[in-house]
């Protein structure tokens, strides 16, 4: 039996021994919690009474070469709300009553955002100052106001695909704001504030501000009033020729700068989403084509480098030449006969070429095919440029090698063929096109330049300055009439190719017509390059589509730069200027046409009543004399039906598409014979006859 006192000791000594155990625990609860998971839980404690706001960087601006605004970032005020300060709060629900009402957004997706119970949710980037300062005057527990910056183009579509777009987390998405993200974008800073467990301010706790960085500000190459001429010419092809696309660049051959570079259809970057997003394809930089003839000048280069041609070597063009089981033809199978080869580079002779492409052999041509660019990318600062498309050289046949001679079967983007043509402007020097011409701090101070880049030297100069010459007889005397500027000898190629077809084959009715410029031929400054693709209507070759507009860049460009007049022959100068390319106006309306017609700067004569265009005089394409008379007749527009009576359109230029739609239009039918352009029909244009008739329609093929 133990006594009371021994009883006791066990029962003090148990009890020391719990205690000991649970002063152990608890020590050992203490290091883990000080020392072990110290660090990680004193981020929790601050992070869970601090509130950590993000501040944009403002983006920094980009301009023109000569320091005007193309892009900038404007303040604006965007909407945040603390979720769990609004349940603390109880006002759920009056709380994306009011700002629904003020931000006109639904309702309930506001009241699930505000009882999601986390510490930061967007509820609406980038609104008005008239809704900011409404809802500054609701002082909502939760929701606040923080500044973000928008970039903003002032000059509206103006180089919208050079300038791309930026979105609402101050990002660039597309073109340079895109490609110079990292230099323009800025870094974030950061807002830091200690709050109590009320979610309230503590005024002497914490309150970190680290600023922002912002972006460095971008000149660019383009130049804002080149850029002008350049946009406005191509809206003039869209409204006239309705193309698919079209696309123009300027350049200076000497440095690569891109002087001006647009593409159509186009955008309003400050309102991107308002036009369908394939708008946004920059045509000039995304896409290939088959060149047509315009690819005759590089041919043309390398026999010339490699003294297989000059301009005086004699060549004969029967219409025809045969390559192995093939026949290749000249437009209209036209037989040019006795030619110099500076000559069939003027009257864009098929036959010539093939026979110059077949005497490079096909090693050569692909050597040089490399050296000028070709199949490859040109390093442009623009995101998604293509590197175009060319014939393995390991399954080219000679049919191929005659056919890449005059500008099919390979594929082109237009700023690979616009270095191309700069390295024969520069003396035979490849340059890098570029867009980016210098990086400036918010002091304006120059932190980057960039410098010009020479890829590699593909001609010589005596082979370059041979070929600008033979391009100035092109203007002069050749396809590029249209072209022609007094007091500028102007060099240059037209092109006019048949678009290939989705399943292969060339389309009969769809073309891209396109000119290369160069100017001035003595001492070139600018390479302009004109892409239009698919035009609509007749005409539709490069040197009546194309060329006008690119006359229009080179004028304005050349007297804007400063370049002094040349001395031309005065009577051939005026003589070429006032012959005007008369324009397509059958089928048109009369007020259409008449309006259409005194904009080129002819005067109008209407024969006949109605409300549609039968017939014209002279027909379209045709050259006349600046204020001469072109004379429509006009036709009733009946009704349509069993019994009822319509005038026969004249249908001559027209492509089988244009001559189907047309003659359907008038509840007539067509019989094709031959594909191609309409060169004649029966009935004959003019005469009346009954809905539901069939007209045999003659078509003749065209060259590329």
């Not at 503590?202 to 946009?231: M, R």
């Not at 193309?243 to 647009?262: C, F, Q, R, S, W």
């Not at 020097?429 to 980016?436: A, E, R, S």
């Not at 990086?439 to 300055?465: F, P």
Request: include cysteine; charge should be neutral; charged fraction near 20%.
């Amino acid at each position: 039996m133990q006594t009371p006192g021994l009883l006791l000791r066990k029962r003090i000594g148990a009890l020391f021994f719990v205690f000991t155990v649970m002063f152990c625990l608890l020590g050992g609860r203490v290091f883990w919690v000080q020392f072990v998971k110290g660090a990680e839980l004193a981020d929790m404690a601050v992070q869970n009474r601090t509130r950590d706001v993000a501040v944009e960087a403002k983006r920094g601006a980009i301009y023109d070469r000569h320091g005007r605004e193309l892009a900038i970032s404007i303040s604006v005020d965007s909407v945040y709300a603390n979720p769990a300060e609004v349940a603390k709060a109880h006002k759920e629900a009056e709380s994306a009553q009011k700002l629904a009402a003020v931000l006109g957004m639904d309702e309930q997706y506001l009241l699930k955002t505000l009882s999601s119970g986390s510490s930061y949710e967007w509820i609406k980037r980038q609104i008005t100052p008239e809704q900011a300062q409404q809802i500054k005057g609701l002082k909502l527990k939760g929701i606040y106001l923080t500044p973000e910056y928008r970039r903003f183009y002032p000059k509206g579509t103006l180089a919208s695909h050079v300038l791309g777009i930026a979105g609402t987390d101050n990002v660039g998405l597309e073109g340079i704001d895109y490609y110079y993200n990292d230099l323009v974008g800025g870094t974030k800073g950061r807002i830091i504030i200690e709050r109590d467990a009320a979610g309230r301010d503590i005024p002497e706790a914490t309150h970190k501000y680290i600023p922002p960085v912002n972006g460095g500000n971008l000149v660019l190459t383009i130049d804002e009033t080149i850029q002008h001429s350049v946009e406005r010419e191509l809206d003039k092809i869209v409204q006239e020729q309705q193309p698919k696309a079209a696309a123009a660049i300027v350049m200076d051959p000497h440095t690569g700068e891109i002087l001006a570079l647009a593409s159509r259809p186009t955008f309003d970057p400050n309102n991107y989403n308002a036009t369908p997003a394939s708008n946004r394809r920059n045509f000039a930089i995304n896409d290939s084509y088959e060149p047509g003839s315009t690819m005759k000048t590089i041919t043309a280069a390398m026999a010339l480098e490699e003294n297989i041609v000059n301009r005086n070597t004699h060549f004969n063009c029967t219409g025809s030449v045969q390559v192995g089981k093939n026949t290749i033809s000249c437009l209209n199978h036209k037989a040019h006969g006795a030619q110099t080869f500076a000559q069939i580079f003027e009257n864009s002779c098929n036959v010539g070429f093939v026979r110059v492409g077949l005497e490079l052999g096909m090693n050569k041509y692909y050597q040089y095919l490399s050296a000028f660019g070709f199949g490859q990318l040109t390093g442009i600062d623009l995101p998604g440029e293509a590197t175009g498309i060319l014939v393995p050289k390991q399954s080219a046949r000679q049919i191929d090698l005659a056919t890449m001679a005059f500008g099919q079967a390979n594929a082109v983007t237009p700023i690979q063929l616009t270095a191309a043509i700069s390295a024969i402007a520069n003396g035979g020097k490849l340059m890098q096109p570029h867009l980016l011409k210098e990086v400036l701090d918010s002091e304006g101070q120059v932190t980057r330049t960039t410098e010009a880049v020479m890829v590699k030297q593909v001609i010589s100069e005596d082979a370059a300055r041979e070929l600008c010459d033979i391009m100035q007889g092109e203007v002069t005397d050749g396809t590029g009439k249209n072209a022609y500027i007094e007091g500028y000898n102007v060099g240059g190629k037209t092109g006019t190719a048949q678009k290939i077809a989705p399943g292969g084959g060339y389309l009969a009715d769809e073309y891209v017509a396109s000119f290369v410029g160069v100017a001035p031929c003595d001492d070139p400054q600018i390479v302009c390059l004109v892409v239009v693709d698919a035009p609509q209507g007749w005409p539709h070759f490069g040197g009546t589509v194309a060329a006008p507009a690119a006359r229009e860049i080179i004028n304005d460009s050349l007297r804007y730069l400063g370049i002094p007049l040349r001395n031309q022959d005065p009577d051939k100068s005026a003589a070429l200027q006032e012959q005007v390319i008369v324009p397509d106006v059958i089928n048109r309306s009369a007020p259409e046409a008449a309006a259409l017609l005194k904009k080129r700067g002819f005067q109008v004569q209407v024969n006949g009543s109605g409300d549609r265009v039968w017939l014209q005089s002279p027909l379209a394409e045709s050259k006349q004399a600046k204020g001469s008379v072109v004379s429509i007749n006009l036709a009733a527009k009946r009704q349509t039906g069993a019994g009822a009576e319509v005038t026969l359109p004249d249908l001559r230029g027209k492509t089988m598409k244009e001559s189907a739609q047309i003659l359907g239009d008038l509840d007539l039918k067509m019989t094709p014979a031959g594909y191609g352009i309409a060169f004649e029909q029966s009935p004959q244009a003019g005469q009346v006859v009954v809905c539901g008739s069939t007209v045999k329609v003659g078509f003749r093929a065209l060259s590329p």
